[in-house]
């Protein structure tokens, strides 16, 4: 049985390997990573902007609050802004390292505005409305963004644009060579934003997010598909496969969506709309709930795994749970296999019912930090129900899921040290 699913995820591996390099995921995948800082500012001016109605300590910064809540409008408010130029930046210099990716991303947000309705305040003033410029809006920016710029490569290749001679500065050069790509692609987009505002969604902003992006949410943001991805995330590390680099990409962008939402809700003070979300999965899972097999293996009676705890204490504190995975090692460990797959959808099912009881708080969506040290890593969502949870999930149920499967292994490697020990006598 057991060479049977090897042979079987051997052969597998090519499309695993495929998936996980498929140019498109990987590029959003780096382009929502890459709003993780500008997220990450606003979603520390919305705890600021917060805190201080119910941290009392905090009081002082409520004059600042509208400061904070301008940080959070044009960061977190304005992340479809964001996506769409990285979207189309990183696409370009991944299919066509020497075009001109700067030229791209204009392009794109050129037409990402052009999609986007306008509308007039009771003053009269036109405006473009947030909703559209914020988490409601990713999912068009990430279309808008790789469309685009597949479009501007595809003109470039055919070369229609304007050449100048040799001698003529290649700043002054790139901008003609990109004149007649912006041209085509903006006709494009106005056909297409022409077309979607005489429909009854009014804009593609509108039918993406009731099409896809709604629905999506509906479905691979709940907690089953959550607990299915991780199963698959963890699958896949066990045969020796990087399970993080073939599920993130697909699922990152709704997730990092959902969190928006509830930043976004957070400092209009509603009501947090979702429970899971990117935080609340790398949160959870952090380090794999590798620490409890660490503690584990630092009270072993087998020398090997003593070391092998030593090793990966400070590591694992910081959320890096590679020497264990594969100093232990995990890969294709059948001994090990059920805690491995299984211990983070566990983690995932027990926060939830937390948090469904109120008995934790809604994850507020702050964009988690990698490498930052266990319960600081929790404490940004500012709550200390979140920090306890993360702390018992590491400190106690994490080595409690471990402990029958090690405690045996343990037993098991300790008596073949014994017998090297003595035949070496």
């Known amino acids: 049985m057991k060479n049977k699913l090897i042979g079987f995820f051997e052969k597998s591996q090519p499309f695993f390997d495929r998936l996980g390099s498929s140019a498109y995921l990987q590029v959003i995948s780096s382009a929502m990573m890459g709003t993780l800082g500008v997220i990450f500012v606003g979603s520390i001016a919305v705890l600021l902007a917060v805190l201080p109605s119910t941290v009392s300590a905090l009081s002082f910064l409520a004059a600042y609050s509208p400061m904070f809540l301008k940080i959070n409008n044009i960061t977190i408010g304005a992340m479809s802004l964001y996506v769409v130029v990285l979207i189309s930046y990183q696409l370009v210099k991944r299919l066509e390292p020497e075009e001109d990716g700067i030229s791209a991303s204009i392009i794109s947000l050129l037409c990402f505005l052009i999609i986007t309705p306008l509308d007039t305040t009771t003053d009269g003033v036109t405006a473009i409305p947030a909703t559209w410029l914020g988490a409601q809006g990713v999912f068009s ?9 597949r479009l501007y490569l595809e003109i470039k290749r055919r070369n229609l644009t304007i050449k100048m001679p040799a001698s003529v500065p290649p700043m002054v050069s790139n901008i003609f060579a990109s004149l007649v790509p912006t041209i085509l692609i903006a006709i494009l987009f106005i056909m297409i934003n022409w077309l979607f505002s005489i429909t009854s969604y009014g804009s593609m902003n509108q039918f993406i997010y009731s099409i896809i ?4 949410q509906g479905i691979g ?5 959550m607990i299915v991805i991780s199963l698959i995330c963890q699958l896949l590390w066990f045969f020796g496969i990087h399970g993080t680099n073939v599920t993130m990409p697909v699922v990152q962008a709704l997730w990092m969506a959902m969190d928006a939402e509830n930043l976004t809700a957070l400092a209009a003070g509603n009501p947090l709309p979702n429970i899971t979300g990117y935080a609340f999965f790398s949160i959870i899972t952090w380090g794999g709930t590798s620490l409890g097999l660490v503690l584990l293996m630092l009270r072993a009676k087998s020398k090997q795994y003593r070391e092998v705890g030593k090793i990966g ?15 232990t090692p995990l890969v294709l460990n059948f001994k090990l296999a059920i805690p491995l797959i299984t211990n983070n959808s566990i983690c995932l099912l027990i926060s939830y019912i937390c948090i469904k009881l109120g008995i934790v708080s809604v994850f507020s969506g702050v964009a988690p930090v990698f490498g930052m040290p266990i319960g600081l890593y929790a404490a940004f969502q500012g709550s200390v129900s979140i920090i306890v949870l993360h702390l018992i999930l590491q400190f106690i149920i994490g080595p409690l899921l471990w402990y029958p499967w090690f405690k045996r292994l343990d037993k098991e490697t300790y008596e073949q040290e014994q017998l090297l020990e003595s035949a070496g006598k």
């Open 213 to 216: 992006q709604g629905p999506l």
């Open 141 to 149: 920016a990430m279309i808008v963004g790789l469309v685009s710029a």
């Open 313 to 327: 204490l400070v590591p694992i504190l910081f959320g890096i749970g590679e020497p264990v995975v594969f100093g």
């Open 221 to 225: 943001g709940n907690i089953t598909a």
